[in-house]
């Protein structure tokens, strides 16, 4: 009778991983998401089998379907919360899904150490096209897209599960102005802003002007500094940005049924709405 090597024996059962225990191996590696592409690939099981099974650990409350093919593992420190932190799957999620991204506005502020409002939801940006945002159980994340992607001002950090992109201090500024009036008010983000002030470097704010198109925002985060009595230096870079090209009055708070009228300060900002801050 022919014997099977034990090499092959040891194949074998590789290949008769099931999906509780693929996921067992992503945990010993720190990795809390997965495809059911990489399901299909190492287990070899049937496309039946495998819906079986996923359907069974999603009842069970240790996975979560995040994007049609994408899953995240609950692990029992988060079964509580039935979430995860963004941090330690986006990487591999916008791998998955093949686009750009950076965890931005009011998320990113809170990697700053800027946590001035607690929020509960995520916020990223991307490429275009716009992903529909996710409402799953307890993960709520709000997806916004830029036209001008760079790679610029985004920074790298490491979490448990690998690194995570985010953006830095002062893209997370201007894209707080930019997104104001989808955010809820120039004022609710004022907080966060002079808290990021004073995480911003020099060196930061000098990469973003060599690229940043949107002068109307750049207009805003002048006038707020000043208004403000933030950082001179960081003002008068700004301006001096400003002054090497053809600047419009434009107002603070961006109505659509609203014009700037006459304006009376160097930034060209209409002011149409009080700045109060709670800080």
């Known amino acids: 009778m022919r014997t099977i090597p034990i090499i092959g024996i040891f194949v074998q059962k590789l290949l008769k991983l099931t999906t509780a225990d693929y996921i067992k191996k992503l945990l010993s590696f720190e990795e809390y998401s997965f495809s059911v592409d990489e399901i299909r690939r190492e287990t070899e099981k049937s496309n039946i089998s495998i819906k079986r099974e996923l359907d069974r650990l999603t009842e069970k409350g240790e996975i979560l379907n995040l994007r049609k093919g994408f899953y995240l593992i609950i692990t029992p420190r988060y079964s509580s919360v039935q979430k995860l932190p963004i941090q330690l799957y986006s990487e591999k999620l916008f791998k998955y899904l093949n686009r750009n991204y950076y965890i931005a506005l009011f998320s990113a502020a809170?990697?700053?150490?800027?946590?001035?409002?607690?929020?509960?939801?995520?916020?990223?940006?991307?490429?275009?096209?716009?992903?529909?945002?996710?409402?799953?159980?307890?993960?709520?994340?709000?997806?916004?897209?830029?036209?001008n992607w760079t790679e610029k001002n985004i920074q790298l950090k490491k979490s448990d599960a690998g690194i995570y992109k985010v953006s830095s201090p002062a893209l997370t500024i201007v894209d707080l102005i930019h997104h104001q009036t989808k955010l809820g008010s120039i004022n609710r983000m004022l907080p966060v802003i002079e808290e990021l002030t004073e995480e911003l470097k020099e060196k930061d704010l000098v990469e973003l002007l060599s690229w940043y198109l949107n002068k109307s925002t750049l207009q805003r985060l002048g006038f707020i500094l000043e208004e403000l009595e933030l950082n001179e230096e960081f003002q008068e870079m700004i301006f001096v940005k400003l002054k090497s090209t053809k600047i419009f009055p434009v107002l603070l708070s961006p109505k659509s049924n609203e014009k700037p009228g006459a304006v009376n300060n160097r930034w060209k900002i209409a002011v149409n709405i009080k700045l109060e801050s709670d800080l």
């Not at 001035?116 to 916004?144: A, G, L, M």
């Open 110 to 147: 809170k990697f700053h150490g800027a946590s001035h409002q607690q929020v509960q939801r995520d916020y990223i940006i991307t490429e275009r096209p716009k992903y529909n945002d996710i409402s799953k159980n307890e993960i709520d994340i709000r997806f916004f897209t830029t036209s």
